[in-house]
């Protein structure tokens, strides 16, 4: 197994494609929160440099983040939280770690939960992919208050 994928030390792994293609169906995103030149999903994106929890994620319609794994987590989700506060739609794919304080308080009856069955194997730029990872991961979506004119709340099945 990769050691990288027990620690926080690699942060760029990709989303897999499939995964991201089935979520930008449903919620149209215009903005990767947390990525790379080399991994974004999205052609507006956020780096490390841009420090993304000091951003406003508003005004490029839904958010998809992939935030970094270990000790920003959540720092990330608690941002998620509050931009859904604003009005905007944010999906997070995360550790499924229902024993945080961050689940707790942020995401524990105040998003919607999707829990992906089996264990996610991340992809590196060019496609290829690492061994499954040793946790299992979710899918947290924050569903933003859509606005009269506004389409941050992202599109909806």
Not at 20 to 31: A, P, R, S, T
């Amino acid at each position: 197994m990769n050691k990288a994928l027990l620690s926080s030390k690699k942060m760029d792994y990709c989303t897999p494609q499939w995964l991201f293609d089935e979520l930008d169906g449903q919620f149209d995103f215009g903005l990767d929160a947390a990525a790379s030149a080399c991994n974004a999903k999205c052609k507006k994106y956020f780096t490390e440099s841009d420090n993304a929890l000091t951003q406003d994620w508003g005004g490029h319609g839904a958010v998809f983040c992939n935030p970094p794994y270990g000790r920003q987590t959540g720092a990330f989700v608690e941002k998620a939280y509050r931009e859904s506060q604003k009005g905007t739609t944010v999906v997070l794919l995360i550790p499924a770690r229902t024993d945080t304080r961050y689940f707790h308080d942020f995401i524990l009856e105040k998003a919607e939960i999707q829990f992906l069955r089996g264990r996610l194997k991340f992809e590196d730029s060019d496609g290829t992919a690492y061994p499954s990872v040793p946790f299992p991961s979710m899918i947290v979506v924050f569903h933003g208050a859509k606005t009269q004119n506004s389409n941050e709340g992202g599109k909806r099945n």
